[in-house]
């Protein structure tokens, strides 16, 4: 589990492997700290199991992980964001983030709006459901807060420390995005799709009104 905070922009050393698998190679150094063989490290927002080393780490990344996400787009150079699993009794400074990646969106437009950097971001409708406008999302590993959605894009402001700090300052039209919707909208979800049966009531799909008997 992540916070959605990134820690460090890290580059990558070397990319080996294809469609079929992946391992890369990641020059870092804050993300190292205290970390062990079998660790977990968000790149880009993507949940990786890694080998630290000197200096850098190592991971692997499978079919389904490539397919779901932009990790094929890196190359030797490449920046990518980069944060350690949460510890239990640290800052909570973003919101559950679980490192698996729902959707590759693609940057639409870049604005600037005073000190606010506009990103606004195509997005598929299976993923952009799980979107709220003051809701969470999370790009390229980075926790943000959504300003707009509609049935094709989500927009999210940057401040300049974010810009900066992440790798979301270098995007351009047309940069393949990670995106994770909030957790919590899936298990939602899931629990609105079962039917009340689960819940000691009469079978039937839960609705808003069986929500509200219940206090909630």
Do not use: W
């Amino acid at each position: 589990m992540f916070t959605g905070i990134i820690e460090e922009i890290g580059t990558v050393r070397s990319v080996k492997g294809g469609a079929t698998g992946m391992v890369l190679d990641i020059e870092a150094h804050k993300v190292l700290e205290g970390t062990v063989p079998g660790d977990s490290i968000a790149v880009n927002g993507v949940c990786l199991t890694v080998t630290p080393g000197l200096g850098h780490f190592t991971a692997d990344a499978m079919p389904e992980t490539i397919r779901r996400t932009s990790l094929a787009a890196l190359v030797p150079g490449s920046k990518v964001n980069l944060e350690r699993a949460m510890q239990c009794g640290g800052r909570f400074g973003g919101h559950m983030v679980s490192g698996h990646v729902d959707a590759c969106g693609r940057v639409i437009s870049v604005v600037r709006e005073g000190i606010a950097m506009l990103l606004k971001v195509a997005a598929p409708a299976d993923t952009l459901k799980y979107i709220a406008v003051k809701g969470s999302v999370t790009l390229d590993g980075a926790s943000l807060t959504v300003t707009a959605t509609d049935r094709e894009s989500l927009t999210v402001s940057l401040i300049p420390h974010t810009a900066a700090s992440t790798t979301l300052g270098l995007l351009r039209t047309g940069s393949p995005v990670n995106i994770e919707a909030d957790i919590i909208a899936r298990y939602i979800e899931r629990l609105l799709a079962c039917d009340r049966g689960s819940f000691g009531k009469e079978t039937g799909g839960m609705t808003m009104e069986f929500l509200k008997e219940n206090g909630f």
